[in-house]
Antibody, heavy 121, light 112 residues
Framework: QVQLQESGPGLVKPSETLSLTCTVS??????????WSWIRQPAGKGPEYIGR???????DYISSLKSRVTISVDTSKNQFSLRLTSVNAADTAIYYC?????????????WGQGTLVTVSS | DIAMTQTPLSLSVTPGQSASISCRFS???????????LFWYQKKPGQSPQLLIY???SRFSGVPDRFRGSGSGTDFTLQISRVEAEDVGTYYC?????????FGQGTKVEIK
């Protein structure tokens, strides 16, 4: 079955770069029916969509993070990654990776368990 | 940007009774392909959001038929019939018609 698992540092210093990886099993990241997406949820708030990558299409990001974020796919490891530069306290959140449909437009159907990232010195 | 309002923010339900959650949008969610991209998610503490309903009214695989999504255009509802203890959690609507997908404020459901 489809499974996703986030990994990466739980603590990042202000102004540094947050890097997370999502390992996918049960489906190939080269499957062009899907986007590979990141969502985050700060404590006490609703989820916030960050962006998505696709094997052939360009990546898309929310405008508020566009200058700092990169999402990319690694086909050799069946993984995709999130890179967020110049982090600050407002970037502290649980970060989730998810599979998003292309045919099933915007459907975030499988999610990782989430990983807490704290931005603090 | 599309504006959305999810109500109520919290709900206390007696087991066996029904619960209803509403999401309202500033623009129609009907996309040019004729489909409406409104989703409902359930999030339990310490877990990731679980997809319940997609395209407004279709239940995702394995979701009990106690969960029913309805609505069109700008107004949507999630109804939970015969509420059980395991239904405790926070429920979110999400629109996917306009990029980026955006989530409602969430409705926290507790059992009396």
């Amino acid at each position: 079955q489809v499974q996703l698992q986030e990994s990466g540092p739980g603590l990042v210093k202000p102004s540094e770069t947050l890097s997370l990886t999502c390992t996918v099993s049960g489906v190939s990241v080269t499957n062009d029916r899907y986007f590979w997406s990141w969502i985050r949820q700060p404590a006490g708030k609703g989820p916030e969509y960050i962006g998505r990558a696709h094997i052939t299409r360009k990546s898309d990001y929310i405008s508020s993070l566009k200058s700092r974020v990169t999402i990319s796919v690694d086909t050799s490891k069946n993984q995709f990654s999130l890179r967020l530069t110049s982090v600050n306290a407002a970037d502290t959140a649980i970060y989730y990776c998810a599979r998003e449909g292309l045919d099933q437009w915007s459907r975030l159907d499988y999610w990782g368990q989430g990983t807490l990232v704290t931005v603090s010195s | 940007d599309i504006a959305m309002t999810q109500t109520p923010l919290s709900l206390s339900v007696t087991p066996g009774q029904s619960a209803s959650i509403s999401c309202r949008f500033s623009h129609s969610l009907l996309r040019h392909d004729g489909k409406t991209y409104l989703f409902w998610y359930q999030k339990k503490p310490g877990q990731s959001p679980q997809l319940l309903i997609y395209e407004g009214s279709s239940r995702f695989s394995g979701v009990p038929d106690r969960f029913r999504g309805s609505g069109s255009g700008t107004d949507f509802t999630l109804q939970i019939s015969r509420v059980e203890a395991e239904d405790v959690g926070t429920y979110y609507c999400m629109q996917g018609t306009y990029f980026p997908p955006t989530f409602g404020q969430g409705t926290k459901v507790e059992i009396k």
